[in-house]
């Protein structure tokens, strides 16, 4: 791509400016290569020449488009350079107010110096579990994104946050960690998040002081590790300090503070705790008055001292820890002010009487007079002797000083030790996220030891921080596998060699330390003697020989010497120490005792060993070794980068000086990273989003359905340089600008299609205009053509009637034309005579006005001549002078060659050259507002001259008139004598008239004053109604008053609702947690005594185990009964105390529960298994015991029979004598007894079939029951039948063969069961292969549609549309075969049935014909009757009996075991309610008031139990429905009146008689309410993943939403593309609805889910949308408000309009409005506050703010607009906060509905294995 593409007109470029680093020019001709010069526009409409340079021919750097301005990541910029970056962070910080930006991995932040609410716990959840790309910039997201790769990678991670004082580090560092506090627990923060938390004030008060550029600054560097267990949950922390600034102990300059700990002592003072301390204000003390400036607005120090102690007392440093440290704080306060007086010039002395040196002894419980001597002495050793040698002043004062830096740096050490001993996890740690925050690069004017080792550490951040960058930029090639070269980036390892390698900078300054008279001058020479010439980096100030100069990677920095050598020693007076050390101070004696552990022993065979002060360690090394192992722990973990910029240093908000932020930039790698990119491939796209793009560049017909091909194919037309873009595996790479030029093609190609559109609708508006006006044009002539008509007739008549009057008037006009002229000419005669007679009089006025003139013109001229010689005669002087000033000349002219003189003439020249400019360019703006103003008046004058024009030919119209009427003068005279005879007559018409109207005025006045006694009436009648309207509208305001009162009221309530609901929320937590404690610790204990014990017992371990578990819940229950009681009058407080001890029982059993979770998982599992083992055989053993009586009893009972008939066939003794053989009588006997014989023989094979069955089943129970072991019963032992003595039991288990019958028996049964299982199989086999083939079939049908869709893509729309006609053709033809042969298969089979019918009727017939003779014949014969025997139904009175012992089992079938999804479907809603109640009023009615209590408490704790184990939404629907079931059976069949409506009669005769359970009735009320928030959670759990992508990220209306190029961190769903969707959202949101439907929830209560429901909807997406300025567009408002329209659907279709979801939904709404309206004038403005009602000032503001353009044609919101919208809606009263509370729950209102259901006609289904219940 050539320049000259580029730099053509109107192509915009940045240009070099001194106060703004980079202004905007646009190019007002285009470029072609060769020139010399580029004619530039500024914005401020000047024209200026820039020159180009010939030999480099460097172009200004281009602009980006608008549409790329304001990104989010600095990356996606097409042009990446300085002043885009610089332009992009002014536009985001200045117009958006936007803090944070991407710049590739780093996270630049831009201090705003202003309190943003960005920061509340909503916006943390809000970015939790995001991906990064997909939300606004934040220093949560890298938080997130540093949390995430730990818990995924199980990698630890770093933050580096850098900047330099004032920039914001310590600020971003405390949120970061504020973020992992938040997310790492579930519940909120616990005490081991609240202790990391609580290290923040402690090291801000000790390490944090006000400076002239940061009211916080911190002076030390720190590294923070935040220990991760394997959950992700915060376990500890430990911390890493650097480089305190000790100095600013003993000294601070103008207008800056000490470290805030002793303000916040010093504003303590009061306190008697401090009393001891003797302390004052701050300005009593040295150390805190030298800034003069010991207050920071807006900061109370005393405040800030009560939360450093809490934040020690939480980090269990006991109180009186705190008051030794504060003890040794006020020493040194007082040691400061120690006063030391000069004896002489190396002696000094203090007075005895010092009283702050008498305090500080005092406090460090030391001899005052050896302090006073040491303070002004020091012991010097030689090799052979030690003596004393006193100092001087100056020397005293800098020992007292270095005593107290001393202390306070070891008091700093020891705290820093403390909170890591605090913060150390007894768990142990899996990984760590380490938080570093430490001084970006500094230079000031004057740098010393403090900056260079600074700016040493930000050297080898830097060097790993380009190691990191170009590390990732190669991967990111290699994964895409496309060719990459080495990318050139600077590496600063020669800098950090000549600070760090051997014979370095520190190295000779160590060098130099150790030499007995080192100094910093000597230390200068050696490093000018060995560096200047070997290293580039080093260099020397040509001004100054105690100085040296580094070149670093921001910039070069000189250093003085002067100090280097005595803060690298860091010395202290050995003898102060060792005075100190003599102190019975325990916590002073703790801070010197690691000097007693460095010192090492004396040397052996007579050599002096090395002394200590030659074992101590410089500071430099120090810090070198503490680096190097910063390094090693960085480059150990993943980083994360967080560059803090300062915008300005005046501390203004929201405020950018441009050189200011190109330094930091600079100095923070920002440029060299966008360098870094810039040299590779930038900008990169994938395949799909560069189709979406850029598609608007190719024809249909170049769209293949490959994808890559595609986009290859568009590049190599558009870009022919191929060397310019690069085709990867996923991604197209370009190189920097490539973007640009494609955007600039796509807004050209999209500008072309708009102007043809315009073209095309602007033709078709004309075309319909000039139709409008044909139509319009003939019905117009229509109608003017008839009044034309109509006029010319009317015209006709009128000209008849003119001619007779035509005939007079002329008359009367000539007679009155003549006389007209007589008197004119008599009137112009006497004129003409006046003016001849003015005309003399004036001549000679003339003459005598001449003489005057010429008087005075005669003496103007003789002025003149003398005026011209005074001119002569100056003009001889001035030669004359000029050839003396000559002279002078030349004598000046070699004075002036000197410097002085020259900087003397130059002096303020550029000023006043700047001033003439300013004067000239007003001189030409009067100029041309003059030309404007003379301009104007000439127009004046043309339209003045023209008016004047037609007066005089309007004049000359009138003249000629009244000639032509002067002629008609005699016609009207004639016409007047004719008017005046019509006036006679018309005279005496008057007086009749007059006489008539008396008549009519005396009746009229009757009329009126008849109407006026009516208008009396009506007025009074009207005061009477406007004071009954005043006494109706003092009951309307009465009554308003009184409805707003009762809203007030219901607003009240329902907040009072919402809070106790919260605090009964809380306290059922507590509860829970409190018995989930006690249960493990005796499950505990039960296991450890389970284990110990073992006993033998028949019955089944579960059952055991269950009852046992259900006994201790009851006693539970009875005790939190009694707890309840009794907490009834606890307050909060108590509760907030019990929480706390709950979490501290909670952090003491942590290691417990983990064991106990172990075994009891173990022990459930067993259990599980035993008991399903054993409720298998018990079951099936029970019911074959029972058949197996059932038939036994039968058995008899046919046996009894058979003897009766025996008897009565044989005996003859009776009355009636035995029938005879082949009668009738006989022949029944004979059929019933064979009958009877057949079914006796069936029931003993099936007994003993029974009988066998059992036996095995029982040794198979034995063998595999716990007490397997014990018994060691084994199946060989069983004998069999074959092995019974049958001579001994021959007439019991042989009897009549049964043995062999049973034996056939089973034969028998096994051949029916084989012959089911095979045509089980055989059904099985047919019906999968059916739905194999259904399978087939919809995946042909669907591989089909695939088909179709790619082909039609591919095709114009005409044609797609008939392609897919005629493949629903096909499908449907298709179907109808399918259908027809379907058909033709069932006609087959019903002729088939309709043949088997007729058959089966047939013999039907026959057999009933043959029975009905038979019957005759009998009846004739014999008459017998049979009779049917009916049993009698019982009636139930709706109650369920059951034992005592048997609770247990009712609420393990009913409550625990029971699946909710069979029974809704299957049963009745609500039926285990209903069955507990039944179960309640047995209870009731037989009086048991423990078995009630029983009952009741272990129906609430199973339903609790459940609840806590299964958080599944429909086992939280069912017993919400079942819970709110069992409280409306309370209340109906309580017999309280106000129920009692509700029922039946038969109702009313079933409530409760013996026990009043009303307050059961609270207890079930707060088990709903638990519940019910219980089922909110699970709907937000599983609404949350969902609503972001389905409600934002979807493009739900296809072809309307852009999309804009994105940086290196592109936007990922969580969920696929295809799979999260609106409709996903609507099904979910179905099938809540459906399952709280079956459940029977109460209509009222689905209301309240559904309307808590959309306002986590509302609430989620709003929170997102406030959150993401690339969501911020007009299309993704139209969007919003199409989605929002599908949830309004879905609530019309359900019915559920009315219960307030859809008012919920109106933030929303308007938010998506408000994208969509006109943001220009103040009349939109004013439309957008009366519109968004629902949204927060702060909430539009975001909005407007955020608002981003997808394509060109749309505009950004102006500043000016915003400023509008502030004012207009700074007087309306809400709530000052951004976000939406998502995790608000409505106050539940649980309403009573009263059952219809008769409770004596319910049946319990067997499948609830609840049998031993018995209906009563």
């Avoid at 042009?79 to 958006?96: G, T, W």
């Avoid at 430490?438 to 000031?444: K, M, N």
């Avoid at 803060?567 to 060792?578: A, M």
């Avoid at 026990?1555 to 699970?1578: N, P, V």
Wanted: with cysteine.
């Amino acid at each position: 791509m050539a320049a000259s593409e580029l730099y053509s007109k109107h192509a915009r470029v940045w240009l070099p400016d001194a106060a703004e680093v980079w202004k905007s020019a646009e190019l007002i001709k285009d470029y072609t290569p060769g020139d010399l010069t580029l004619s530039l526009q500024l914005e401020d409409g000047r024209r200026v020449e820039h020159k180009l340079d010939p030999r480099t021919n460097n172009l200004p750097p281009l602009r980006n488009p608008n549409i790329l301005v304001g990104e989010n990541d600095l990356t996606a910029l097409s042009y990446l350079h300085e002043p885009a970056v610089l332009h992009n962070l002014k536009v985001r910080f200045i117009d958006s107010k936007l803090i944070y930006t991407y710049c590739g991995i780093v996270l630049v932040a831009i201090n705003p110096y202003e309190n943003l609410q960005i920061y509340e716990p909503d916006i943390i959840h809000a970015y939790s579990g995001q991906n990064m790309g997909d939300m606004d910039p934040h220093i949560f997201a890298v938080a997130e994104e540093a949390y995430k790769q730990m818990a995924r990678d199980h990698r630890n991670q770093s933050i580096i946050v850098s900047g330099e004082s004032g920039a914001g580090k310590t600020v971003s560092a405390k949120y970061a960690m504020r973020y992992f506090a938040t997310v790492s627990c579930s519940t909120g923060e616990t005490s081991v998040e609240e202790r990391v938390l609580a290290s923040s004030p402690i090291m801000e008060a000790f390490g944090n002081a006000k400076t002239t550029r940061n009211d916080n600054s911190s002076r030390f560097g720190k590294y923070i590790e935040i220990g991760f267990d394997k959950q992700h949950s915060i376990v500890g922390s430990h911390m890493r300090t650097y480089l305190l600034e000790k100095s600013r102990v003993v000294f601070q300059t103008h207008r800056e503070r000490n470290y805030h700990v002793f303000y916040q002592l010093c504003a303590s003072s009061h306190l008697p705790e401090f009393k001891a301390f003797k302390l004052g204000c701050a300005e009593d003390f040295h150390c805190t008055n030298q800034g003069q400036n010991p207050a920071i607005d807006g900061v109370d120090d005393a405040k800030e001292m009560s939360s450093t102690r809490r934040a020690f007392s939480l980090l269990g440093i006991g109180e009186s820890d705190q008051m030794e440290m504060y003890q040794i704080l006020s020493a040194i306060l007082h040691l400061s002010n120690v006063d030391v007086k000069e004896q002489s010039a190396d002696r000094c002395s203090i007075l005895p009487d010092n009283a702050h040196l008498m305090v500080f002894c005092e406090l460090m419980g030391v001899p005052c007079e050896e302090m006073s001597h040491w303070l002004c002495h020091r012991k010097l050793k030689t090799t052979t002797e030690t003596f004393v040698k006193s100092v001087s002043k100056m020397s005293a004062v800098h020992g007292r000083d270095a005593l107290a830096k001393h202390i306070y740096a070891r008091l700093f050490s020891w705290i820093v030790g403390s909170i890591n001993i605090a913060l150390k996890s007894a768990v142990k740690q899996h990984s760590f996220i380490g938080v570093l925050d430490i001084y970006g690069f500094e230079t000031f004017d004057v740098n010393s030891f403090e900056q260079f080792c600074i700016n040493y550490a930000n050297e080898k951040l830097q060097q790993q921080f380009n190691l990191h960058v170009f590390k990732l930029e190669q991967e990111e090639y290699m994964k895409e596998e496309i060719p990459w070269t080495l990318i050139d980036f600077y590496d600063n390892q020669p800098c950090i060699n000549l600070i760090e390698a051997k014979l370095g900078i520190l190295d000779l300054l160590d060098e130099e330390c150790k030499m007995p008279k080192g100094s910093d001058d000597t230390w200068a020479q050696k490093l000018y003697n060995t560096l200047l010439k070997q290293n580039t980096h080093f260099d020397k100030p040509r001004l100054s020989n105690r100085a040296f100069i580094i070149h670093h990677f921001a910039d070069k920095v000189e250093y003085q010497c002067a100090g280097f050598l005595e803060k690298n020693k860091d010395t202290v007076n050995q003898e102060q120490i060792n005075v100190l050390k003599k102190s019975k101070f325990d916590l002073l004696l703790k801070l010197f005792e690691d000097d007693d552990t460095t010192k090492k022993p004396a040397g052996i065979a007579g050599r002096a060993g090395p002394t200590q002060k030659d074992n101590k360690k410089t500071v430099g090394l120090q810090f070198r070794q503490s680096l190097h192992l910063l390094m090693d722990t960085l480059n150990a973990t993943t980083p994360h980068y967080v560059r803090c910029i300062k915008p300005n240093d005046h501390k203004a908000s929201f405020f950018l000086d441009p050189v200011r932020a190109v330094q930091q930039l600079r100095a923070c790698g920002i440029l060299e990273t966008i360098r870094i990119s810039a040299a590779g491939f930038p900008s990169r796209w994938t395949y799909q989003e560069f189709f979406s793009r850029y598609r608007v560049l190719m024809k249909q017909k170049d769209a293949l359905p490959d994808r890559k091909q595609t986009c290859k194919n568009l590049l190599e037309k558009l870009i022919k340089d191929q060397e310019k873009y690069q085709f990867g595996k996923n991604k197209i790479f370009f190189r920097a600008g490539q973007v640009a030029y494609l955007e600039k093609l796509r807004s050209d190609k999209l500008r072309l299609a708009c102007v043809s559109i315009q073209k095309t609708i602007r033709c078709w508006l004309a075309r319909k205009k000039y139709l409008r006006l044909r139509e319009s044009a003939i019905t117009i002539q229509k109608y003017v053509r008839g009044h034309r008509a109509r006029s010319y007739v009317k015209f006709l008549w009128q000209t008849r009637a003119a001619l007779v009057i035509q005939r007079n008037v002329r008359m009367w006009a000539r007679r009155r034309h003549y006389l007209l002229q007589r008197s004119a000419a008599i009137t112009i005669q006497c004129n003409w005579r006046a003016h001849m007679a003015r005309e003399q009089y004036y001549k000679l006025i003339f003459e005598q006005k001449a003489a005057v003139i010429q008087r005075w013109v005669r003496g103007w001229l003789a002025r003149q001549r003398y005026r011209r010689t005074l001119v002569a005669v100056i003009l001889l002087q001035s030669c004359v002078r000029r050839m003396m000033a000559k002279k002078d000349f030349k004598k000046l002219k070699v004075e002036a060659r000197s410097v002085e003189h020259f900087k003397k003439l130059n002096f303020g020249m550029e000023n006043k050259i700047m001033q003439l400019q300013m004067k000239i360019n007003e001189q030409h703006k009067e100029n041309r507002e003059l030309t404007e103003r003379l301009s104007v008046l000439e127009r004046t004058h043309t339209t003045e001259r023209e008016r004047q024009s037609r007066e005089i030919e309007t004049l000359r119209r009138s003249e000629q008139e009244a000639k032509a009427k002067a002629a008609r003068v005699p016609s009207l005279l004639e016409q007047l004598s004719f008017l005046q005879h019509e006036l006679e007559n018309t005279r005496r018409e008057k007086e009749e008239l007059e006489e008539q109207t008396k008549i009519y005025k005396e009746q009229t006045q009757q009329v009126v004053e008849e109407l006026n006694m009516k208008n009396n009436l009506l007025m009074s009648n009207i005061d009477e109604l406007s004071k009954e309207i005043l006494t109706q509208t003092q009951q309307l305001t009465e009554i308003k008053t009184n409805s707003d009162n009762t809203k007030q009221l219901e607003r009240d309530l329902n907040e009072e609702r919402s809070r106790y609901q919260s605090l009964l929320s809380e306290h059922l937590h507590l509860e829970e947690r409190h018995r989930d404690l006690k249960e493990e610790m005796s499950l505990g204990i039960f296991s450890n005594q389970s284990s110990l014990k073992r006993t033998d017992s028949n019955y089944s371990s579960n059952s055991s185990e269950f009852s046992q578990s259900l006994d201790s819940t009851e006693s539970e229950n009875g005790s939190i009964q009694t707890e309840n009681e009794t907490e009834a009058t606890v307050d909060l407080p108590v509760l907030l105390k019990l929480q706390r001890r709950v979490k501290d029982l909670e952090q003491e059993k942590q290691s417990l529960w983990q064991q106990l979770d172990k075994r009891e998982e173990a022990q459930q599992q067993k259990a599980k298994e035993v008991e399903e083992q054993q409720s298998v055989g018990r079951t099936e053993l029970d019911l074959e015991t029972l058949k197996r009586q059932e038939l036994e009893s039968e058995n008899k009972k046919l046996k009894l029979d058979l003897n009766e008939l025996r008897k009565s066939l044989t005996s003859e003794s009776g009355d009636l004598a035995p029938p005879v053989p082949g009668s009738l009588p006989y022949n029944i006997l004979l059929d019933q007894l064979n009958s009877s014989s057949e079914e006796l023989e069936m029931r003993k094979e099936e007994v003993l079939l029974l009988r066998s069955h059992m036996v095995r089943q029982e040794a198979l129970k034995y063998r595999d029951s716990l007490l397997g072991e014990s018994v060691k019963l084994d199946l060989s032992e069983i004998p069999s039948y074959q092995d019974f003595d049958r001579s001994a039991d021959i007439h019991t288990l042989n009897e009549d063969g049964e043995l062999w019958l049973a034996y056939e028996g089973l034969k028998e049964t096994n051949r029916l069961l084989e012959c089911q299982v095979q045509k089980q199989e055989r059904h099985h086999n047919e019906r999968y292969r059916k739905l194999v083939e259904e399978v087939n079939k919809l995946r042909y049908e669907k591989e089909q549609q695939q088909k179709l869709l790619a082909q039609s893509l591919l095709l114009p729309e005409n044609a797609r549309v008939e392609a897919s006609l005629k493949h629903e053709i096909t499908r449907l033809t298709n179907e109808n075969l399918e259908r027809m042969e379907q058909q033709e298969k069932q006609d087959k089979v019903i002729r088939k049935l309709k043949k088997q019918l007729k058959f089966y009727m047939k013999r039907v017939e026959d057999f009933e014909a043959s029975a009905q003779q038979t019957n005759n014949a009998s009846v004739m014969s014999a008459p017998v009757r049979t009779v049917n025997i009916t049993r009698k139904e019982k009636e139930y009175q709706g109650m369920l009996e059951y034992k005592e012992s048997d609770a247990s089992r009712l609420l393990k079938n009913l409550v625990i075991d029971l699946k909710p999804r069979g029974v809704a479907v299957s049963f009745t809603p609500g039926l285990p309610a209903y069955v507990i109640f039944m179960c309640l009023r047995y209870a009731d009615n037989v009086n048991d008031d423990k078995r009630v209590s029983t009952l009741l408490n272990s129906t609430i704790s199973c339903i609790k139990g459940v609840i806590k184990r299964k958080d599944d939404f429909e086992v939280v629907s069912f017993w919400l429905a079942n819970t709110c079931r069992f409280m409306n059976c309370l209340k109906q069949y309580s017999g309280d009146e106000v129920f009692l409506t509700h029922n039946t009669s038969k109702q009313n005769e079933q409530f409760l008689t013996n026990f009043e359970l009303s307050e059961y009735h609270q207890l079930f009320g707060d088990l709903a309410i638990q519940i019910y928030r219980q089922l909110i959670k699970c709907v937000e759990n599983t609404l949350q993943p969902l609503i972001v992508a389905s409600m934002l990220e979807k493009e739900t209306i296809h072809g309307v939403l852009g999309s804009k190029p994105s940086g290196l961190r592109k936007r990922s769903s969580s969920f696929p593309e295809e799979a999260v969707t609106l409709e996903v959202l609507l099904q979910r949101l179905s099938y809540f609805h459906t399952t709280m439907s079956q459940h029977g929830v109460d209509l009222d209560l689905i209301k309240q889910v559904v309307k808590q429901q959309f306002y986590i909807i509302c609430a989620v997406t709003l929170n997102h949308l406030l959150l993401r300025k690339d969501m911020c567009s007009w299309s993704k408002g139209l969007q919003i408000r199409y989605n929002v329209w599908q949830l309004e659907e879905w609530l019309t279709e359900r019915d559920l309009t009315d219960c307030g979801a859809k008012e919920i939904l109106e933030p929303l709404v308007q938010a998506a409005q408000l994208l969509q309206i006109n943001k220009n004038t103040e009349a939109d403005a004013r439309a957008i506050c009366s519109m968004c009602s629902a949204l927060t000032t702060a909430q539009i503001v975001k909005v407007l703010t955020l608002y981003t353009p997808v394509i060109e044609f749309e505009e950004r919101v102006s500043p000016t607009f915003i400023t509008t919208i502030r004012n207009l809606l700074k007087d309306r009263v809400e709530s000052s906060t951004l976000m939406m509370d998502a995790k608000k729950i409505f106050s539940v209102s649980v309403p009573f509905t009263p059952s219809s259901v008769a409770l004596e006609t319910l049946q319990i289904p067997a499948s609830l294995n609840l049998g031993f219940l018995t209906r009563v």
